[in-house]
């Protein structure tokens, strides 16, 4: 494995799309497309049970690249090499009648189905972790910033809520893309299933049962709507990731310093600074989710192919999708950690409302003046007190206090830090609910 | 309207966008704040009546445009023109504790069901048109193409019939995404409905129900998963039409011949090429996918937005969204045309296929051999012979028979087009069911 | 003009790029070529004359609206109401020979070569902005952060000396690029400018010199890399202006406080946070560079044009080139602003160093130590005294005595933040030279 | 090399990116890093002849890739595994005061020059064959296209003239961007070069000399624009090598027929269709340039970095920059490759002029029509002619005779090819001169 493959892929997904991963997975398939062409009385049986031998005993990758450089065709030096060691008559019936999208769009098959497993799991922890987070801090102060200043108290717990609404949004847009994305495709030269004759429905249903794939209503060689969805599937997941990674570090800049993520054990920051401790998986979620949000762009290009078979907007495809799907699963993966190793500074959280001098508590205060006065006046006379007090460097209650236009208010209940966080609590309820 | 709008939106999308039909969406948004607000006692019936009869009169859209430049702020120039022609008492409370972000992802919302309603009217044409195209020339037989070299015969019916299976993908999306996306938003200052006290749902429930939108769960001021949903699904709509488009752009093209866009009485091609019909609608498809999935992939950027409200993710989608609804609608519009129109030249189609001297019916040939020399062996064969032939610009079978090393074979049967369609018309049934 | 135009574009991008502007220079073009024509004896004299007095006056905008749609054509509803004033005689000869690209070619050459002197002239305001700041604060410390995370100290001096040799780098830039792409086209229906015989290369160059513009080496109908640079290039710029915003905006963070965009008389930051002053500008210039950056992507993938006119290409410029023209001028405005009335916060500057409680330090202290014990050991012991300081709280000078391994340095002498501003005050120096 | 490493780079590129080839030139620079500090006394000279004997030798990459993740460091990994070869007094001065942006930003210079020299090499070749191109068929004459249409006849030798003018642009732009991205760095922790006290500037100076690169006029740690603007630079020349790609994946169409791509020898088209010969090279071409534009916009995103050092722009470089270099050589070389074997068909270029029957000669009729009625009173006869003669498919000829309205003209004249190919063939003198 290369020295930085662990940024653009996991384990999971190297075994997808390596290319001893996909190899394994198109010898699988090719393996159940000899089978059932026998059961069907395409292909000798005794050529079956050779090829579906063969493809279970490993390939030499060399081999194959040096006869795909050879023959300038994106199988003929897979199945070169598989027939070496074949004898005569099976020789013959490796991948019979099929042309290379079949195998390949039926391993994109496979790989939106462990994709679509892959963020199923993976939000499923991320979930837990997000509604643990937001119960233990449902009541957990701090400030709420708009604009990158603050400008109310809510609590820690809502902004957790509102990441796990947006998580299981996402939950649910695997689920209902899953029956469509999880197809495989047994299509022929030019998608008609020409070589099997009145088989080729049957053959491709057996082969899909098989693989355990969903059967596409007509063959798909140039609707990459399935591949697009999936694709953006994962950028709006990795999005949204991306979104909490950089939110965390943010927060966990020193002076802010209300959150922090885990450390780890043996990891250095900088061997220059070596007080560091930087937000290493928070920035790789944003850097991950640039990468995928890239390919998202060329899946949907790609939806514009030409004919029974766009050459360019497929190939394209073998350079995006693996992408994608690296960078996803490791989003994913980075992100259920560093939900479950997050740090939670309570106390700076509130000592950071505190230090806002009662401004971040102006909209109370000029809400409860409204009832006497009117909101906008009430609005004009809290805005002018805020600029004047601010520039003076005095308390929000100094301020408004040396304006003796402002009629008088309860401000010890006003200046309340906790009054002023609305439904941020219930709100916390109604999603954990 | 000016003078190329037509090009980037249509009637419906400019009464949801333009500066004037935005406005009146967002007067009704006020309206129903202001009713409901009333209803729970937050503000005075009187102020509500007023407040209600205002938002039913038009605005000065020029007075709007110059406050909000003084203001340098997004609402407040609307509401110090509606509160010029308001009593004192009722002046005060209109877009009472509501923020900017409400009334502008509340008309998200309803933008979001308009879009998704016209999308499910033109896809719903589309498909009609589609339905009828495949059935009509289930048996059209047409050469099928891959790289764009003739492959083997097809029928017209197939390509309608997989372009069709494509659309109603899209219908289904939409379909799974409408009660995600069409909800509006009531969040307050940082989202936590501040203030409205304990009322804040109940009142949020209530402005939704009159505008017909749907509650969210949680506030989504920085949850844009919904926006970036919405455009994406329209760039994957779009995407389709374009694919359409650029193959009717390609069939018409002399040299091909098989297809061409409907004729419109007084539209001229060229006016220094006086005979050019050329495929307007059909490269306007084009150009408008790609000015969706452009705006697309904004829209997935814009998920990674800070803290509680993000002006820059924010302020991208009063870019993005109208452009990408006003040209997702005219895509649709075009599309419905441009397949309603479609005239198909069944003789062309024919004669293109004959024209290619019987090279396409070369798996045919190639499997009828390898079942007596082996599929290996005769694709050798086959491929030798059709380079040679080829290249002495003979026809195929006379390729075949110049060799002779390829055993005989029943050429009369196997040269049949006919008899090369696979399961193509079956195809096309299994759709049309 | 639009309530939120001002937001996308400038009085000067409008007087371009808006229904009226376009035509104003579209007329101007019609004139130069009639003017040309007459010259050259290829139309009547009095035609050109008779044409030059007509594109001096005004066109009715809303007839071009009603005959560009009913001609479906891009040019000819202009060419008809133009027409309508004109005597049998003249009304011939309007635009002869000339197709749409022309015209549209030789306004995107003017569009060139305004935008090149709107982003020459603004960039120079910027240019003098940063000069002034980056030699007034050569040596105001500040901290230096990568990561998110205080690393050493630099000088503001420094930034501002790092974001001035950026520009310089755009000015550059659009240096080079200018006489690339401020060229027109007079290429006729296919390239060739077949309708003036002999005369059209000729005919290409007295227009252009009337118009400014420099004559294309060959007809460009299809040759879209100028486009494409002009707007990659705005993009390249309004990058880094969002970078500057982006860094203003974190900066200006109350808990950060070291700039602050001036405030503006007159302007709201939150109807419902009233003590808000938000960073408008700063945020609006990171929302400009993505408008802008997406137009690039379109632009160059608008560089894969079929033919000698690839319609769809062409008119996704006609929607991407004034989207960026408009966003670009916007941010490069808003870019000289908001550098010319920056505050600058030296004290806080100062005292977020003092709050790092020395830690910031720790590579001189490192370096110091590493030439008794060896960088590598240096590196390992004060690594761990910084991780042990900051976990119990206390100062880094506390930390390192805390620790008996480690030697004795001058601390009082190591720890002054003046002597670990490496070059960062002769760099300055460097680029204000 | 993986099975398909081939589309996605070259040997060169390789060598350049692949985690031998990276860490090949990485040693290189700590090897100059340490010779140039030896020299100015920073490190002792015995450690610099060790470091510098020891980077030369080869380096245990799966040693320094589980280094790699057991420190989550980018090169502390390499540095341990470095020093484990190294006596005690030279373990300690490798990579001394240096970080990782230091060496990954010099490789970024020399991967510039590189792939400036290759662009400058492959584009000259290209030149070269388009230069022959076009001087060989400036005669050759064949149909011009608009909108997929034939409109007038234009030459071969003309359309490779008009790509011969842009490639001499991007050559250009590449001899321009030479000095701005040939540049090293070493710059330090936060880029004040602060671990070299006053012997910063120097020291840098002397390793860009070793190296053969420039120094920058201050740091770019988080200035990116070089590296947008070479990748920006790689997407402007693979997409006009796109552009001749598509150009001749569609004349190669057998319907048209014109220019054909070098056959290989023992290339297989397809598996199942033994005839294809598919235009690999032309298609692969615009899938690499999509590969590369869509990296170009994740540069321009990579300008808007934080403070000193932004990890997550900066690690993205990491993804997009091999990617983008890697399939922009393989672009070059292909199109190289592609226009040097190009076969020209100038016998179907006549036939498909011929072909259309006279009516791509409608604007000279037009234009000498226009000299006796005027020029819009003939694009209306014309226009009608040519649309009553293609429904009745006569000939132009023949529906010109059968409109009484239409005076005589010379039409054995007029109806000559060679009369309507305007400046075409001086155009291509004027560009070969």
């Known amino acids: 494995m290369s020295i930085y493959g662990h940024l653009w892929g996991t384990d999971e997904t190297r075994a997808l799309l390596d290319d001893d991963g996909r190899t394994r997975m198109w010898l699988e398939i090719l393996g159940a497309l000899a089978e059932a062409q026998s059961e069907l009385g395409l292909i000798p049986a005794a050529a079956a049970n050779a090829i579906g031998a063969r493809v279970r005993e490993p390939v030499d990758l060399e081999a194959v690249a040096t006869e795909t450089r050879a023959t300038g065709h994106s199988t003929l030096g897979l199945i070169r090499v598989l027939q070496r060691g074949l004898a005569d008559d099976a020789r013959e019936w490796i991948y019979y009648g099929a042309t290379v999208q079949d195998v390949s769009d039926t391993w994109t098959g496979l790989i939106a189905r462990r994709m679509l497993d892959i963020a199923d799991r ?77 088989d080729g429905p049957e053959l491709q249903r057996r082969v899909m049962e098989r693989l355990g794939l969903g059967v596409p209503e007509i063959p798909w060689t140039s609707s990459r709507d399935r591949i697009a969805e999936l694709v953006v599937l994962l950028a709006l997941i990795t999005g949204t990731l991306a979104k909490v990674g950089n939110e965390i570090y943010n927060l966990q800049r020193p002076e802010i310093g209300e959150v922090a993520e885990a450390a780890t054990e043996g990891v250095v920051g900088s061997i220059t600074m070596p007080q560091k401790h930087n937000p290493e998986r928070s920035e790789h979620l944003v850097t991950l989710a640039r990468v995928v949000r890239s390919s998202a762009g060329l899946a949907l290009e790609g939806l514009v192919g030409e004919h029974e078979r766009d050459g360019a907007a497929w190939k394209t495809e073998w350079e995006l999708l693996p992408r994608a799907c690296g960078a996803a699963a490791v989003s994913l993966r980075l992100g259920a950690e560093l939900l479950d190793g997050l740090q939670v500074n309570r106390d700076r959280m509130r000592s950071n409302v505190e230090a806002q001098n009662g401004y971040v508590l102006a909209e109370p205060v000029m809400l409860a003046l409204g009832e006497q006065i009117g909101p906008r006046r009430a609005h004009e006379l809290v805005h002018a007190a805020a600029t004047r007090g601010l520039a003076a460097g005095v308390s929000f209650r100094e301020a408004l206090a040396a304006d003796p236009d402002i009629p008088d208010v309860d401000l010890d209940e006003l200046l309340q830090v906790e009054s002023a966080l609305g439904a941020a609590r219930e709100l916390v309820d109604r999603v954990l609910r």
């Open 122 to 198: 993976d939000l499923g922890a991320i979930d837990a972790a997000l509604a643990r987070l937001a119960g233990e801090h449902r009541d957990t102060v701090m400030l709420g910033r708009t604009h990158g200043q603050p400008g109310l108290p809510i609590t820690f717990g809502y902004k957790a809520a509102v990441w796990l609404a947006e998580v299981r949004r996402h939950r649910e847009r695997v689920a209902q893309a899953r029956p469509r994305l999880v197809v495989g495709q047994l299509a022929g030269a030019v998608g008609t299933q020409s070589a099997w004759g009145s």
